[in-house]
């Protein structure tokens, strides 16, 4: 069983937090807990769904990212460091040329 160090605290606390801590935090309804590391057979399954979303994205404007690259819910204010994620559109036409 996973024991977290739950925090209750503000999305403006949570920030503050995040942004100075060597750790990664997540937030949600107004709990943070710092992130877990990760096994390597965890780091396998993870690259594995990283190349299969690169190839399934090949020829669209996507990029897959590996984690590392925090993302926000904006309806629930909530924040995640997801092992991988996907952003689209035009934005990202420079990112994919080069």
């Known amino acids: ?3 977290r160090d ?3 605290m503000t999305v403006d606390a949570y ?3 995040d942004r100075s ?16 590391g990760a096994s390597p057979e965890h780091g396998v399954v993870v690259r594995n769904v ?3 979303l690169v190839n399934a994205l090949r020829d669209r404007p996507c990029l897959a990212l590996p984690d590392g690259q925090k993302i926000t819910t904006p ?3 909530a924040y995640h460091y ?3 994620s996907v952003v689209c559109g ?3 036409a420079e990112a994919l040329s080069s």
């Open 1 to 3: 069983m996973e024991v």
């Open 6 to 8: 739950l925090r209750r």
């Open 15 to 17: 920030v503050a937090l």
């Open 21 to 36: 801590s060597e750790e990664r935090w997540e937030y949600a309804g107004g709990e943070a807990w710092a992130s877990a």
């Open 50 to 52: 990283l190349v299969a």
């Open 75 to 77: 309806r629930t204010r």
């Open 82 to 84: 997801p092992d991988a």
């Open 90 to 92: 035009p934005r990202f």
